[in-house]
């Protein structure tokens, strides 16, 4: 699960064209109108597309007719982004067919706080396995005790907070301010509209082109093949008839 939660810039559902929900963390609003673009230019045939453009990471997760998309921080490692686009679908997916049943016509944002809430235990959820995956070990001291006494926390090599201290200020390091707090402060260029309008649809042609040229080969091995066969199978006619003999009767 992601690590840090400002790595995610942006998160939204959306059916075809039309978002659900969001989730922005970020002081720009043009990443609405820039992930608006890219839902549009959502890849078909494919049920997972990444691509990192001006430090940023693009990922859509289809699960048809949804589409599960984010905007992440180019420090998020890929295991993290599925982890968490997948946990949001997992959780979600039921609401959503249930909404559908009730309502064919979903109008935009119309799954905005139910979607608020599984964000939230999604990011709750990654961040407590997260704590957990450090290098110790809790032991509840006083366990069944009324009186509730917080748990010891026993490292079990060398100083593993500092550790982890350390390697969360490398992950946030590109959001940390002057001041030393995390920023999650983004903005949106006119490159990035580009990426979406002329770079993610050129990329989505540059798969239609690739995948038409592996069927066009898989043809002409289907066609030889078959070419082969009737010939050898005609040589063996020859063979078995002396010839032409065959066809005098």
């Given at each position: ?155 079990l090599l060398g100083k593993p907070l500092e550790g982890l201290k350390k390697k969360k200020r490398v992950v946030g390091s590109d959001l940390e301010g002057k001041d ?70």
């Amino acid at each position: 699960m992601i690590s840090n939660p400002e790595l995610i810039h942006y998160a939204c559902i959306a059916k075809q064209t039309t978002i659900l929900a969001q989730h922005n963390t970020t002081n720009d609003p043009k990443i609405e109108s820039l992930a608006s673009q890219c839902i549009e230019q959502t890849p078909p045939n494919h049920s997972l597309f990444s691509h990192t453009h001006n430090n940023r990471t693009f990922t859509f997760l289809i699960d048809s007719p949804f589409t599960f998309f984010a905007i992440f921080n180019n420090l998020t490692l890929k295991s993290e982004t599925l982890a968490f686009l997948n946990a949001v679908k997992t959780a979600s997916r039921g609401a959503l067919d249930h909404q559908i049943q009730d309502s064919a016509d979903l109008h935009p944002l119309c799954f905005q706080p139910q979607f608020d809430s599984i964000l939230k235990e999604t990011l709750d959820l990654g961040s407590e396995l997260t704590g957990n995956s450090s290098n110790s070990i809790v032991i509840d001291r006083d366990c069944g005790n009324p009186r509730g006494k917080r748990p010891s926390t026993v490292p079990l090599l060398g100083k593993p907070l500092e550790g982890l201290k350390k390697k969360k200020r490398v992950v946030g390091s590109d959001l940390e301010g002057k001041d030393g707090n995390l920023e999650n402060k983004v903005e949106v260029s006119d490159s990035e509209f580009n990426f979406c309008n002329r770079d993610l649809k050129g990329m989505v042609n540059d798969h239609r082109q690739k995948a038409k040229h592996i069927w066009k080969k898989h043809v002409w091995v289907v066609l030889l093949l078959d070419l082969f066969v009737c010939a050898v199978l005609f040589v063996i006619w020859l063979w078995v008839c002396s010839g032409f003999k065959c066809m005098a009767y």
